[in-house]
């Protein structure tokens, strides 16, 4: 009857929400279903990100060192707080605060961590990753995110994420309504400026805890005086047998406003205990936490070059989190892409980690 009731919301929700539902294949290195307590895979090519609670969440990393995730977003692979997925598992002391928003139309998580135990080179000011990318097949390449916010795993269409050395954040919209559709609230295209400026909110350092919110306004909406809006676009040009530029040349310092946050919780600093499982992993392909071997050596999947864009998710963006009312108006600059892998098996470590805290102007959609 659980199975039966479960597939019943999910059919329910697929009806209501074409637009938001993912209808795009699921990507070639990853699992056919998100699920917990799979192999710890430490040179998974698994591009299946879950983003489901404080303590049970997904990130992107690159594979292998030596890379900036700005050169190489098409190449990221899943890194999770728990074995799932037959993705890799992030190691314990790598996620310094991690804060959690639920809304009406989207779930976010933010944070602050140490992105060199996750491959991400020191200094690295990071990347956009995002369901379109470049080809059309996703930054990166069939990469796809689930969450089970609404009772049941469900493949969400629109997502954006910042990753960076020191910061990150995802955003995976899982509603839409008349005003802002999923692949506005997720906008994908101002890819330049960063997490506290693209997901406004608490990026509080030692801190973890979880909230709901009201929905922010989208990225690059600013409410007029008068009720209407203006929409900063990014300034780019298109370069070829007939280039344009499109965007504005002055930026907003920051979003319109952080969204009021209620029922906040706060938790204890995250904890997997899979460190000494990790770190042997990488090492000498030996889990001696548990006996088990890992098998080492280099993934498989399927590898293809990013945008080549480069965004700054970390501080450097010189976005302020408390932003004001900003003007900002552009030409309509259209996506030119549409959407679109060592192991040891042991039953799954509970991890305590933080959510997130909004506060401020709020949007009611």
Not at 200 to 218: E, I, N, Q, R, V
Not at 314 to 327: D, L, R, W
Request: a negative charge; aromatic letters at 6%; proline letters at 6%.
């Amino acid at each position: 009857m659980l199975a039966l009731s479960s597939a019943l919301l999910l059919a329910s929700l697929v009806n209501a929400q074409a637009g938001v539902i993912s209808s795009g294949p699921n990507g070639p290195t990853n699992p056919a279903a998100p699920s917990l307590d799979t192999p710890v895979n430490q040179t998974s090519m698994s591009r299946l990100v879950s983003l489901n609670s404080y303590d049970d969440f997904c990130l992107w990393g690159p594979p292998v060192a030596g890379d900036t995730i700005g050169d190489t977003e098409g190449e990221q692979v899943a890194w999770c707080t728990k074995p799932r997925n037959d993705a890799r598992v992030i190691p314990d002391g790598t996620i310094t605060s991690v804060h959690v928003v639920k809304t009406p139309n989207y779930i976010q998580i933010q944070g602050l961590l140490d992105g060199t135990k996750m491959n991400i080179m020191a200094g690295d000011q990071g990347g956009e990753l995002d369901p379109h990318g470049a080809t059309g097949e996703g930054n990166p390449v069939g990469g796809n995110v689930t969450s089970n916010v609404s009772g049941a795993d469900v493949f969400y269409e629109e997502w954006m994420s910042f990753m960076s050395v020191d910061m990150f954040c995802l955003r995976i919209c899982t509603a839409e309504n008349s005003t802002y559709s999923a692949a506005i609230m997720c906008q994908h295209e101002i890819d330049l400026l960063g997490c506290q400026w693209v997901m406004p909110g608490d990026y509080t350092d030692d801190s973890f805890t979880t909230c709901d919110a009201d929905a922010a306004y989208p990225p690059g909406v600013y409410p007029q005086p008068d009720g209407s809006t203006s929409t900063f676009h990014q300034r780019f040009t298109v370069t070829g047998t007939a280039p344009f530029t499109i965007g504005v040349t002055v930026t907003p310092s920051a979003a319109y406003s952080i969204p009021a946050s209620s029922n906040c919780v706060t938790h204890t600093s995250p904890s997997n205990g899979l460190a000494a499982i990790v770190t042997a992993a990488v090492s000498s392909g030996v889990a001696s936490a548990s006996g088990a071997a890992i098998t080492s050596g280099t993934g498989t999947g399927a590898a293809a070059s990013g945008s080549g864009t480069k965004a700054a998710a970390g501080v450097s963006s010189g976005a302020s989190a408390t932003g004001a009312a900003a003007s900002a108006t552009g030409t309509t600059a259209s996506s030119s892409a549409v959407r679109g892998e060592s192991r040891v098996s042991f039953s799954s470590a509970m991890l305590v980690l933080g959510a997130m805290v909004l506060g401020g102007g709020a949007l009611a959609i």
